[in-house]
């Protein structure tokens, strides 16, 4: 009786895990899902760019900034 019984909770974990799992997978691929998929990509990537843009602009700025010195005739006394 005791197999039996053990070999029962395994087959209704299973199913639990089963049918969990594939309620996630399903709503990952309705249209809304997907639609909400790239719409967390799209905020992913505009974060990345804006990102790199504004540490571009400040690296372009401190190198011409050092040109800008560097090029500048010094004061004579």
Request: net charge neutral; glycine share 10%; proline share 3%.
């Amino acid at each position: 009786m005791g197999k039996r019984f053990w070999w029962f909770a395994v087959g209704v974990g299973l199913t639990a895990v089963i049918v969990w799992k594939g309620r996630a997978w399903y709503r990952r691929y309705t249209p809304q899902g997907i639609a909400d998929q790239l719409h967390d990509a799209r905020e992913g990537l505009t974060d990345r760019v804006s990102g790199f843009v504004a540490t571009f602009q400040e690296a372009m700025m401190l190198r011409e900034a050092e040109l800008r010195e560097a090029l500048e005739p010094s004061e004579q006394i």
